[in-house]
């Protein structure tokens, strides 16, 4: 195992926040033909205000990574000298109102299990506001991992899942998005 990747057993540095569910996110949530729907023209914020309205099971399961920044902290000594940290906003709409939401990064390959099976990190796991709407930022400390071992096919890069279920019971709603950079989780180094 060379040095930049991340030790059998390693867990992952994380912090969650909440964030409120708005309008704003489900203006960038929608989308028609994999553009926003705000891409095509300004006329919809009216009707987009009439749409967060409606009830919880008007929509499709949906889960998105609203925004993804990168910041980094010096850290004296390491190769590189900087830790990586990742914040990501994450929001979801169209599930049940008041039944817990699982969340998890899928394909996350290198890691323990937390508690979200092999090659899975499991965050937090939300409750949907009336509307069946949820919004939360988790913050990663990337872990470094060298160019070589870094995975490009398309079907190996992150995944956000969300999965909703009673306690005991089957999954009721699931969503996903996938092509998450692999940045959020990874710190690339030579």
């Known amino acids: 195992m060379s040095e930049t990747e991340p030790a059998r057993g390693e867990a992952i540095e994380m912090r969650f926040g909440i964030l409120d569910p708005t309008i704003e996110m489900l203006h960038d949530g929608l989308r028609l033909y994999d553009l926003p729907l705000h891409a095509y023209t300004a006329k ?15 929509f499709t399961p949906t889960i998105t990574v609203r925004e993804i920044s990168l910041s980094t902290d010096p850290a004296p000594g ?6 990586v940290w990742a914040r990501v906003s994450i929001y979801g709409f169209g599930f049940e109102p008041g039944v817990a939401v699982v969340t998890k990064w899928n394909n996350a390959f290198g890691f323990p299990d937390n508690g979200a099976g092999a090659n899975s990190i499991l965050l937090q796991s939300p409750v949907p506001d ?8 988790v913050l990663h400390k990337a872990v470094k991992r060298a160019a070589k071992d870094w995975i490009w096919d398309a079907n190996n890069q992150l995944v956000i899942v969300a999965q909703q279920s009673h306690p005991g019971g089957p999954i009721l709603q699931q969503a996903y998005e996938r092509f998450i950079p692999p940045h959020v989780l990874w710190q690339w180094v030579p």
Do not use: C, M, N
């Open 130 to 137: 009336s509307h069946g709407r949820f919004a939360f930022q």
């Open 44 to 58: 919809f914020t009216d009707v987009i205000r009439e749409i967060y309205g409606l009830p919880w099971d008007f």
């Open 78 to 83: 390491a190769s590189p000298p900087e830790s």
